[in-house]
């Protein structure tokens, strides 16, 4: 049985609209309700205050995921955010101070500017880094 394969174009509309649908994965659905997003922000703002000491904060993906559970498991949160979608959230949340680090070896990397990041949040901090 001889088969051949006719190359078409979709129209602009329908590329657009499996597009969108491509972008709506599962993890895109549960990204969309607010409670990630507030649980990464309560978080990094606890983040803050824990290191006040310090002005440049420069954490691997996975330390970042290993402190938000701790975090979570304290406060009693459940979700299920894995180290990727963390990094993605933190990522998409656009906060002055955090930015893409190095890529290491054992992973990529987040720096926290303690300093820009209590100006974005408007949050003063309990004793000013020496």
């Given at each position: 049985m001889?088969t ?12 657009k609209?499996i597009k ?5 994965t ?8 607010l409670q990630y997003?507030n649980?990464v ?6 983040l803050?205050?824990?290191?006040n000491?310090?002005t440049i ?8 995921s ?5 975090w979570?498991n304290?406060?009693d949160i ?5 180290s ?8 998409h949340?656009k ?19 303690i300093?820009?990041?209590?100006e974005h949040?408007?949050?003063?901090a309990?004793k000013?880094p020496?």
């Amino acid at each position: 049985m001889n088969t051949t394969f006719i190359k078409k174009k979709l129209p602009i509309s329908q590329r657009k609209e499996i597009k969108e649908l491509i972008k709506k994965t599962q993890f895109g659905l549960q990204y969309d309700k607010l409670q990630y997003k507030n649980h990464v922000v309560m978080f990094i703002k606890d983040l803050i205050t824990k290191y006040n000491d310090e002005t440049i904060l420069e954490l691997l993906i996975s330390d970042i995921s290993i402190l938000f559970y701790d975090w979570r498991n304290k406060k009693d949160i459940m979700n299920c955010i894995d180290s990727t979608n963390l990094g993605v959230i933190i990522h998409h949340l656009k906060i002055n101070g955090i930015t893409k680090g190095q890529r290491k070896s054992s992973g990529n990397t987040k720096i926290f500017n303690i300093k820009q990041i209590r100006e974005h949040f408007n949050t003063g901090a309990t004793k000013e880094p020496q």
